[in-house]
C-alpha cells in the first residue's frame, strides 16, 4: 500500500507563494502520472497538474503561468509550486499518484488565501 502524505500548506495572502509537497513511501519513479487535485469548498474535486515519468507536465488553465510542478526522485518527494496565489485557489489540496497496483491518494493539505 502507497502511502502519500503532504505538507506545505497554510494561510496566505493573495499575491504570495506556497510549495506543497507530497512526500511517498516508496519510490517515485515507479508511477506512470504524479497529479495534484483540489477541492473547494462546497466545489467538485478539479486535477490541478500532473507530472508524467517522463517529466512533462500540464496544467488546468486558470492555474498556468502561476503553477509549477517538480519531483525529486531522490527524496521520493513531488512538489507544486504556488506563484501569485488567488482567493479561489483556497481549497484541500490533494495529490495522487497511478502506478501498476492502482491509484493512490494523499490526505490532503489546506491552503486559504486572503484577499
Known amino acids: 500500500q502507497v502511502q502519500l502524505v503532504e505538507s506545505g500548506g497554510g494561510l496566505v495572502q493573495a499575491g504570495g507563494s506556497l510549495r506543497l509537497a507530497c512526500a511517498a513511501s516508496?519510490?517515485?519513479?515507479?508511477?506512470?502520472?504524479m497529479a495534484w487535485y483540489r477541492q473547494g469548498p462546497q466545489k467538485a474535486r478539479e486535477l490541478v497538474a500532473t507530472?508524467?515519468?517522463?517529466?512533462?507536465?500540464n496544467f488546468r488553465d486558470s492555474v498556468k503561468g502561476r503553477f509549477t510542478a517538480s519531483r525529486d526522485n531522490a527524496k521520493n518527494t513531488f512538489y507544486l509550486q504556488m506563484n501569485n496565489l488567488k482567493v479561489e485557489d483556497t481549497a484541500v489540496y490533494l495529490c495522487?499518484?497511478?502506478?501498476?497496483?492502482?491509484?493512490?491518494w494523499g490526505q490532503g493539505t489546506q491552503v486559504t488565501v486572503s484577499s
Open positions: 495522487s499518484v497511478i502506478g501498476a497496483g492502482g491509484s493512490y
Open positions: 516508496e519510490s517515485i519513479s515507479r508511477f506512470y502520472t
Open positions: 507530472i508524467t515519468t517522463d517529466g512533462n507536465t
